[in-house]
């Protein structure tokens, strides 16, 4: 679904989407914000690839050395830059995440979390190549979607958005199976553990991949 997140579901219409959040989907963002904790420590950099409005940059920002994070959508930078003011240790930039600015190595941990690689619409080996170009030999790169075992309470916090107007009616024919699909055009399938280790064999890459929580689902490559 390119563009989608650029011109339907930025900004303020983005951070409402997670207010709406019924109590099992706030348990699963807290679940995966504390997971990447866990691979952060003080002095470290960190890459965020679309990182919206600033919800997870806020949590993870005061655990590294410097933050830095990248999104499409301008009006969404804009609202981070307001979200994320008293970090003085974060910058923001607008920037294609398949061809980022940095030089290789930049940084010590890359994260694209919460099904970002499926909701970016661009190619996942392009994706995760330019993540590993861009983490220092012994970083880390993390990418996450979510866990079968999820799609229940995903369907649920994805029909509440949709009762609050922010995505478009659920087409409850054409969703099921992982697949989440709109009658506006919004389009999100799942990168299950089958995708994450095809991903990984196509580029060569050592990956470990473990479920978290029973609702997220965690790829992660150690940079060589």
Not at 48 to 70: D, F, K, N, T, W
Not at 77 to 93: I, P, W
Not at 140 to 151: D, E, G, M, N, R
Request: aromatic letters at 10%; a negative charge.
């Amino acid at each position: 679904m390119p563009n989608y997140y650029t011109s339907k579901l930025a900004a303020q219409r983005l951070r409402a989407c997670y207010e709406v959040a019924p109590p099992t989907a706030r348990a699963y963002l807290e679940a995966e914000i504390d997971f990447v904790l866990e691979h952060l420590s003080p002095e470290m950099g960190l890459l965020e690839l679309g990182c919206g409005y600033g919800r997870v940059l806020r949590r993870l920002g005061p655990a590294a050395r410097a933050s830095v994070g990248i999104d499409t959508s301008a009006a969404s930078l804009h609202l981070a830059r307001e979200f994320l003011g008293g970090l003085d240790t974060t910058l923001l930039a607008a920037m294609d995440a398949t061809r980022m600015g940095f030089p290789d190595g930049a940084f010590d941990l890359t994260i694209c979390i919460q099904n970002g690689i499926s909701a970016f619409g661009v190619d996942g080996r392009t994706l995760l190549r330019e993540a590993v170009r861009v983490t220092r030999a012994g970083g880390t790169v993390l990418f996450s979607s979510y866990a079968s075992a999820f799609w229940a309470s995903r369907l649920e916090w994805f029909r509440a958005q949709a009762d609050h107007g922010l995505i478009g009616e659920i087409d409850e024919d054409a969703t099921g199976d992982g697949v989440i699909v709109c009658k506006d055009g919004f389009r999100a399938r799942t990168f299950g553990r089958e995708d994450f280790a095809a991903l990984a064999a196509g580029l060569g890459l050592a990956a470990r991949i473990e479920e978290v929580a029973g609702s997220s689902l965690f790829f992660e490559v150690t940079v060589a």
